[in-house]
């Protein structure tokens, strides 16, 4: 089936009731048949729901549908896509190892990756820039794995998907790629070579901002046994799961049984149904909004860049972006909706403009139906250092758009008035 039908009925039979849209289960447990299938469920010997902060059946659907839209073997939602970024990290690095990682970075993971993870003996190695020749000589013996963006929020790099993958895979580890700005629609990076994609649904799938929610997907391809000194985690007996070897026992999908099993269980990021349920109406319509949210940026971007009030426009659109290629490589000809420039008049004049806007609205989000204005460098970046800005590809007067649904003319319109203001 085509991405646009598996969003609307993938993972999900009408049985029952027969009801068309998904049920919410609002449902803290499952009555076990008896002892001997409760056993079973609880050693992972066969699958089946039990309790909800580590399944439920309305997640399940979700997580079966994500799961055919990456091209992946198996999916695990949670509660936020900063639950699953640290759930992809903690699940493949062992204390004392270390992951490579493009410094192109959503500033939350930024900042997880370089001051929290080191407290837990796990330590982030940032190349100097996306490119699979910076990533290469960072990946050691004690390696776990390279981490990667597809497309840089706010940077807007794209990366080179297939090289990483290459040169992770020399180096004997998986590629996980966090694909929140490029969606399922536009990118898959297990096409591509990666080995696991982690998601914010926050953003485009779930398209309305009212919910928050992450995901991983498993793409059950690494090769875990053939690195069995390095990956201890997915090849040996677990002792919580009555000898369980993730790799040996789910070799279809180990990685999303692991974080499910280990960390969701026992952390507990858990997504509630009403959520699920939500990004599945999300994923209903992702497709035909990304038409409108392209058709929208693009217009804008013309618009910002023939501005004389306008410094510059960052848009991967632009033939002279220098991302260009690769974005039509990997994105099929098409854009996000993600555009970033700076207003004549520096710093001073861009926060003017902010300030001034009436329609976008000033908030910490992207992927929204409504177009959504932020200043990076003081919010959603603002606990990076000014050499982490820079390598993050962040200039003070940086202002970000994430171009919404409305009538473009009427987006125009306020980016007018909001521009005389700041630079009258
Ligand atoms: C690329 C990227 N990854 C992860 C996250 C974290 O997602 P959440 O806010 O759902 O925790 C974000 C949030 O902006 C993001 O942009």
């Not at 050499?387 to 306020?414: C, K, Q």
């Amino acid at each position: 089936m085509h991405d646009e039908t598996i969003a609307i009925h993938g993972g999900y039979q009408a049985a029952g009731t027969r009801a068309v849209a998904v049920p919410i289960y609002q449902t803290v447990a499952h009555d076990f048949i008896d002892a001997e299938h409760a056993n079973a469920i609880m050693d992972l010997e066969i699958a089946g729901f039990h309790y909800n902060r580590i399944n439920n059946p309305t997640n399940d659907v979700l997580e079966k549908r994500l799961a055919a839209l990456e091209g992946g073997s198996a999916a695990l939602v949670v509660a936020s896509g900063m639950a699953a970024v640290s759930y992809s990290i903690l699940t493949v690095a062992p204390p004392g190892s270390n992951f490579v990682v493009a410094p192109q970075l959503y500033g939350a993971t930024y900042t997880y990756f370089a001051h929290v993870l080191p407290s837990l003996g796990i330590t982030a190695r940032f190349a100097l820039d996306d490119r699979a020749e910076s990533i290469a000589p960072l990946i050691d013996e004690r390696t776990s794995c390279v981490f990667v963006e597809s497309i840089g929020n706010p940077a807007g790099n794209v990366v080179d998907i297939e090289a990483v993958a290459e040169v992770a895979h020399r180096g004997g580890v998986p590629l996980i790629v966090d694909n929140t700005v490029a969606t399922p629609m536009l990118l898959k990076p297990l096409h591509h070579g990666a080995d696991v994609v982690v998601h914010s649904m926050t953003k485009f799938i779930g398209g309305h901002g009212t919910t928050l929610g992450g995901a991983i997907v498993d793409g059950g391809t690494f090769p875990w046994a053939e690195h069995a000194s390095r990956f201890p985690n997915f090849n040996e007996p677990e002792v919580a799961f009555h000898g369980v070897a993730f790799a040996r026992d789910f070799p279809e999908r180990p990685f999303v049984v692991r974080a499910r099993s280990i960390q969701l269980r026992n952390t507990g990021a858990t997504l509630s149904p009403f959520s699920s349920f939500q990004f599945l109406l999300g994923l209903e319509t992702l497709a035909l909004r990304l038409e409108r949210h392209e058709a929208n940026a693009r217009a804008v971007a013309a618009y910002l860049a023939a501005d004389p009030r306008v410094e510059w426009v960052s848009f991967v659109g632009f033939p002279d972006h220098p991302y260009y290629d690769l974005a039509q490589r990997y994105l099929r000809g098409h854009v996000p909706s993600i555009i970033t420039f700076g207003v004549r008049g520096g710093y001073d004049a861009g926060l003017a403009f902010f300030d001034a806007l009436d329609l976008f609205k000033r908030l910490l989000n992207l992927g929204d139906a409504k177009s959504l204005v932020i200043h990076p460098a003081s919010t959603t970046h603002r606990q990076l250092s000014s050499e982490e800005l820079t390598a993050a590809g962040i200039s003070p007067e940086m202002i970000r758009l994430s171009i919404g649904l409305e009538h473009v003319d009427d987006l125009i319109a306020d980016l007018d008035q909001a521009l005389s203001v700041a630079t009258g």
